[in-house]
C-alpha cells in the first residue's frame, strides 16, 4: 500500500497508509478520493444507521397512538 495519498493517485489506488493516527487515533488507510480515515468512515456510517432507526421507532410509535 501506498504511503503518499499522491503516489496513491498516481497509481490508481483507492486507498493508503500513512503510518500515522488520524485526528481521532486510528491508525487504519485512507480513501484517496477524500483523505478519510476507513475506521472513522465506519464510525459515521454505524452513527447514521443508528439515527434512522432511532427515527424510525420514533414514527412507528407516533402513528401507532
Known amino acids: 500500500m501506498k ?4 503516489d496513491a493517485i ?3 489506488d483507492r486507498q493508503y497508509n500513512t503510518g ?3 485526528k481521532h487515533g486510528h ?3 485512507r ?6 480515515c476507513l475506521q472513522c468512515q ?3 456510517e454505524k452513527v447514521k ?3 434512522i432507526t432511532a ?3 420514533l414514527k412507528e410509535k407516533a402513528r401507532a397512538k
Open 3 to 6: 504511503k503518499t495519498r499522491r
Open 10 to 12: 498516481m497509481s490508481g
Open 20 to 22: 500515522r493516527a488520524c
Open 27 to 29: 491508525l487504519s488507510p
Open 31 to 36: 480513501y484517496t478520493i477524500n483523505n478519510v
Open 42 to 44: 465506519a464510525v459515521r
Open 49 to 51: 444507521r443508528e439515527h
Open 55 to 57: 427515527i424510525r421507532q
